[in-house]
């Protein structure tokens, strides 16, 4: 059977925070846009459930605040790490700049029904669940659209710009054959040190669950999160950009690959609604988000790896409890240091504001 055939302007792959983001203010600017998501809903587990001040302020600049803030969720003012069983408090956002000097930690599904559901309100907002994109379409060096699976079978986007914001296993970047800069796992050395050591190292960074350890028998029983610190060394193609984890697999340390995620998003908007209204989107147009969102990749997982090498590897690999690190002690001790990392963490490096437009209904 002939594969569906579709166009748009811009195809987003993947519905999430980043893929959402973006497609919500693209239509929101009148821009007509796919998003697709293989997935049948968005009730994930192991998604980021924070959502961040710099994010809050996003939700601020496009007016929805006041009822996303109406969801359930948590205000966590401040943050802090456990060592030997002393609580070390480590970033207050109480010291931010920013309208909501909290991270508000709530399901990372309710963040994406809601930006869907608002997304909906724009026709020119098309969300397509359980659409699988599979390769893509290519016409000498340029990305014409995507090949994608559905329930009722094949589908084919012809898009004037195809977006990858499939996460860090993505389909995208792999069939666009991009290469990484830095790769990063080490379940297998984890395999070789033993079970034993296993659940040492858990009932020692988590004594709650000290007393349940050893009903950890077998490594089936270990869902492993693949955690990766990796960045493309290019995020686009003609015709095709990578942003969010599809351009630089962020890890859960300090909570903000959700937040860089929607920064891209807001980025990308912002250097390409323009150009894909007037339909004369160019190499050049993409070249401009990687070198808007390069910088703040770059300087968060380079903190992502020092964290990881200095404080979790170490505390993973000892044998006993370990002294707090000498910088957590400082921002005890001295509560205004701890506007440093609140900084750092809650609004991030080049925060990005919204400059798309809401375009007057009916236009597009
Ligand atoms: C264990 C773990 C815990 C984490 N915890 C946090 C945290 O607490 N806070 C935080 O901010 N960050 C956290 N992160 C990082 C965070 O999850 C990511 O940085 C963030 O989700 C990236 O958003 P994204 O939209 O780019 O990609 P994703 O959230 O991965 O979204 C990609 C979407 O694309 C869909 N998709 C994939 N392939 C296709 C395809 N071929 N066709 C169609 N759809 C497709 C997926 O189903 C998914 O919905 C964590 C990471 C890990 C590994």
């Not at 809903?41 to 007016?63: C, K, N, Q, W, Y």
């Not at 809601?114 to 359980?130: E, I, M, T, V």
């Amino acid at each position: 059977m002939a594969a569906e055939q579709l166009s748009t302007r811009c195809c987003v792959v993947g519905g999430g925070p980043c893929g959402i983001m973006l497609g919500f203010l693209l239509a929101r600017a009148g821009i007509d846009v796919v998003v697709l998501e293989k997935h049948a809903d968005f009730l994930r587990d192991f998604r980021g459930d924070t959502i961040h001040p710099s994010t809050l302020d996003v939700m601020a600049e496009l007016g929805l605040l006041d009822d996303f803030l109406k969801l359930p969720h948590q205000k966590a003012p401040n943050i802090g790490a456990v060592f030997d069983g002393h609580q070390y408090p480590f970033a207050d956002f109480r010291y931010l700049p920013t309208r909501c000097k909290f991270i508000a930690l709530m399901p990372q599904w309710d963040f994406l029904n809601f930006l869907a559901d608002r997304g909906k309100s724009y026709p020119s907002f098309h969300l397509r669940l359980r659409a699988e994109a599979v390769d893509l379409i290519e016409d000498g060096n340029r990305i014409t659209g995507v090949r994608v699976d559905t329930p009722d079978g094949a589908l084919e986007i012809r898009a004037d710009l195809t977006v990858g914001c499939d996460g860090r296993h993505s389909t995208v970047r792999e069939r666009a054959g991009f290469a990484f800069v830095i790769r990063k796992g080490a379940i297998e050395e984890t395999k070789r040190a033993g079970l034993p050591a296993f659940r040492r190292s858990i009932a020692r960074l988590a004594p709650v669950f000290a007393s349940r350890v050893d009903e950890l028998k077998d490594w089936d029983q270990i869902k492993l999160l693949t955690v990766a610190v990796n960045r493309l060394r290019r995020w686009y193609r003609p015709g095709l950009l990578c942003i969010g984890d599809a351009a630089h697999a962020m890890s859960p340390i300090g909570g903000v690959g959700v937040n860089l995620a929607v920064q891209d998003a807001v980025a990308a908007a912002n250097l390409l609604w323009q150009p894909l209204k007037r339909g004369t989107l160019r190499e050049d147009d993409l070249e401009a988000v990687q070198r808007r969102r390069e910088f703040p990749t770059r300087v968060t997982q380079r903190l992502q790896v020092i964290v990881q090498n200095n404080v979790i590897d170490r505390a993973l690999g000892a044998g006993q409890s370990l002294p707090a690190p000498w910088l957590l002690r400082l921002f005890s001790r001295f509560p205004p240091l701890r506007a440093i990392p609140a900084w750092l963490v809650g609004r991030g490096v080049r925060p990005e504001h919204v400059h798309t437009p809401e375009a007057p209904a009916g236009a597009g």
